[in-house]
């Protein structure tokens, strides 16, 4: 590899500042895809086509669906390398600042050089920088100011003898103008300069870090007030760095931050010494060895030791938080793919008690009929005329599925649910619904723009309802860290949270389309290339001139331009519009190659708006050939047949359906060893809560998952997974259920 130029032969631009040579910046980002390459397992031309696709403004969803033939169809590893390539370029920034402001200071070296180039973080990046660094006042730079820097270089150089000794020596340095008094002082000044040099080093502290992470422990304590005992198994604990579960260290997080614990890092002093001695001491038999050994003692008690234990609790708690977000991914990801419940109509039940049971029933098509409020709970307890508002509601508009909340009263009101439909024998159902950011929604502007003659109840029903029909449509309108699928979210950076889960909804949404003609705005924004207010602009285009009939109308929305139009199109839907292409993922750009397959195979489009095109699969024997032919690539071909033999197939209809209830069950009527059907409604990363009727939740622990062994509960399930449990036990005061799926199929 050629050698980097040195600060000097970097030119200055026009607007004066310092940059690379073109060629080397090339390098850099051929170096930077060239790790993305090996970190994902995917070739470079992919990355590099990938990369190039990015920073033409294309989107994720948009390459991953239509990009295939460029990146190798590697669409799991689209996201984590877009994050990846923002972190390197990041890191290659902070190089080239460190390596500017070393160079300022005209201490930029070839080896200084080398290792800033072989530095693989931003924490090994400013450890190097870190004896360049602007200091406060310290003792060392105390110390300076008076003089001893000669003094500590005359002990650090640890000869193997001195004419005149190293007191004798110090003697010359005693100044009262300067504060130093005595030969002690003036050693002790000599040893706290040692002592910050050997802190700056960027190579002792790597190996601290190591040794630390490696040997490491990080323990708890009992420091305040834990009233209701939920961090009593960290009153005394210790456990390795290496081996620390995430959630566990999460939990301890939580409980400092509520003043219940006091966490340390902890390691034997010993084994750090010792390998710090052999580095930074060259002769122990030197006369400076006790002035050395004291200076670098001090040092990593003083300066290292802490600062270490800062970092090593941030890399702990940034690794955890990753596993936190990947699982609260994952779970987001298995709940808005959950399976719709379509052509129902559904009564939205939103349990009270002071205010009431709030209702409303939405039509298949999720347009609110009817509203209510009951009294069924206390303190009112009106269950006769409760009674006859919903069964008035259910024989009106003939609802198929009563949902009902999980959240407050919700107990009460599955009793009187069940106990209803079983006296109305009528067929209607009802299944239970997580409630969790219902509130939120209602309180918000979408849900105030939306229903703005509903009070917050009322489209707390609506979303309840709705959440049943289309979870995605209706989760979309809710901040996703609101959802109740995770753990510890309010505890984590929540930029990083925040950004992860828009990621999964964008990804969901793109994956399933939206019609262009119902969608709202809320749905529309998470479109490929839509932002919000083009979401508005064209809600705002359908209200004032009807509904959408082609896709190339979107050109007319305000805003809304030609490259915004290639991202967005091929994941908006039009049925039973002008162009019966436009109600399938078939991209505008590849419309000409559509219809000439169509052609070719004695088929119209019209045919494929009457889905008469199952199996034209099995009529192309040679892929590669007839995408020659049609002027596409072979991914792209194979898409197109797909979704013409499907058109708008929607990826959820494969996923499980609700379990839907007529009769309700007590904890109370629970007994160890029943076997039970229940969803998955979180997991976590010791188990996973399963809903089986009664209204709390029962937990299947990680050991409990699976005959053989698994490092996550998500290699087991995932969120709205139906699975068959046994009750292992109830503890009814604590209102705990303890599950297991083993050996139930035996």
């Not at 602007?134 to 100011?145: F, I, L, M, N, Y």
């Not at 918000?444 to 979303?463: C, H, I, L, M, W």
């Not at 139009?565 to 292409?581: D, M, S, V, Y």
């Not at 219809?595 to 008469?612: I, N, S």
Request: charged content about 30%.
């Amino acid at each position: 590899m050629p050698q980097r130029p040195r600060l000097d032969d970097l030119r200055e631009n026009e607007e004066g500042c310092v940059r690379a040579p073109t060629t080397e910046r090339k390098d850099r980002e051929m170096d930077i895809q060239k790790i993305i390459s090996e970190e994902l397992s995917v070739k470079e031309k992919q990355v590099a086509a990938a990369v190039e696709l990015l920073d033409a403004g294309n989107t994720v969803p948009f390459i991953a669906r239509y990009r295939k033939e460029a990146t190798g169809g590697h669409d799991e590893a689209l996201r984590r390398l877009s994050e990846r390539l923002t972190y390197l370029r990041n890191l290659e920034k902070r190089k080239e600042e460190v390596r500017t402001l070393i160079a300022a200071q005209g201490q930029l070296t070839d080896e200084i050089d080398a290792a800033i180039d072989a530095a693989q973080t931003v924490t090994e990046t400013d450890d190097i920088y870190r004896p360049f660094r602007p200091k406060r006042k310290t003792r060392a730079s105390v110390a300076r100011e008076r003089g001893l820097a000669p003094l500590a270089e005359l002990i650090s150089s640890c000869a193997p003898s001195y004419d005149p000794p190293i007191e004798k020596a110090a003697e010359e340095y005693i100044n009262e103008e300067k504060e130093v008094p005595d030969v002690r002082a003036a050693l002790a000044g000599a040893c706290d300069i040692i002592a910050e040099e050997v802190s700056d080093n960027a190579e002792y502290r790597q190996m601290i870090r190591s040794l630390t992470s490696e040997w490491g422990s990080i323990s708890s304590k009992l420091s305040g007030e834990d009233g209701d005992g939920v961090y009593t198994q960290y009153y005394e604990y210790t456990e390795k760095i290496s081996a620390l579960p995430p959630h566990r260290y999460l939990a301890m997080n939580r409980g400092e931050n509520e003043g219940a614990l006091k966490i340390s890092v902890e390691i034997g002093q010993d084994i750090i010494l010792n390998a710090l001695f052999n580095r930074a001491i060259a002769d122990y038999r030197s006369p400076a060895f006790p002035y050395m050994a004291s200076a670098v003692t001090d040092s990593y008690a003083r300066l290292i030791a802490p600062s270490i234990e800062r970092e090593i609790r941030a890399d702990l708690f940034d690794r955890a938080c990753v596993s936190a977000i990947g699982v609260f991914s994952d779970n987001l990801r298995h709940l808005l793919l959950g399976a719709p419940l379509k052509g129902k109509c559904v009564l939205g039940y939103d349990p009270g008690y002071r205010t009431g049971c709030k209702l409303a029933v939405v039509d298949k098509t999720g347009r609110v009929l009817d509203t209510a409020v009951i009294y069924p709970t206390k303190p009112r307890e009106d269950i006769a005329g409760a009674e006859r508002t919903v069964s008035a509601l259910i024989k009106k508009y003939g609802v198929d599925v009563v949902a009902i909340g999980n959240g407050t009263a919700s107990g009460e009101s599955e009793n009187f649910i069940a106990s209803l439909l079983c006296k109305l024998d009528c067929g209607t159902k009802y299944i239970m619904v997580s409630e969790a950011g219902a509130s939120v929604y209602s309180a918000s502007k979408a849900g105030a723009e939306e229903f703005p003659d509903f009070d917050v109840t009322q489209r707390s029903a609506v979303s309840i309802a709705r959440r049943l029909q289309d979870p995605l449509a209706e989760l979309v309108k809710i901040d996703p860290k609101s959802i109740g699928v995770g753990q510890y979210q309010h505890d984590m950076n929540q930029k990083k949270l925040g950004e992860a889960l828009n990621g999964v909804v964008e990804d969901c949404v793109n994956k399933v389309g939206v019609d262009l003609n119902t969608a709202s705005a809320s749905l529309l924004e998470y479109i490929s290339g839509i932002s919000k207010t083009i979401a508005k602009n064209i809600v705002t285009y359908r209200e004032e001139n009807g509904r959408f009939q082609t896709r190339r109308e979107l050109l007319k929305v305000a805003k809304l331009g030609p490259k915004a139009f290639e991202q967005c199109a091929g994941f908006t839907r039009i049925t039973g519009g002008k162009n019966p292409l436009d109600a399938t993922s078939v991209h505008p750009e590849s419309y000409d190659a559509a219809k000439k397959l169509l052609e070719k195979l004695g088929y119209t489009p019209e045919d494929v708006a009457e889905r008469k095109l199952t199996g034209i699969s099995r009529q192309i024997r040679d892929y590669g050939k007839l995408a020659k032919e049609l002027e596409i690539g072979e991914p792209t071909l194979r898409d197109i047949v797909k979704e013409l033999e499907k058109p708008a197939r929607d990826p959820r209809d494969e996923m499980p359906k609700p379990i839907l209830r007529t009769d309700v069950l007590d904890m109370k009527d629970l007994k160890e060893g029943m076997v039970l059907k229940g969803t998955v409604r979180n997991v976590i990363d010791f188990g996973a809560f399963v809903d089986i009727g009664v209204h709390q939740d029962g937990l299947v622990h990680i050991s409990e998952m699976s005959e053989k062994f698994i490092k996550h509960p998500l290699e087991a399930v995932s969120v709205g997974d139906i699975v068959d449990v046994r009750v292992l036990g109830v503890d009814l005061k604590k209102k705990r259920i303890s599950l297991s799926m083993k050996g139930i199929n035996k």
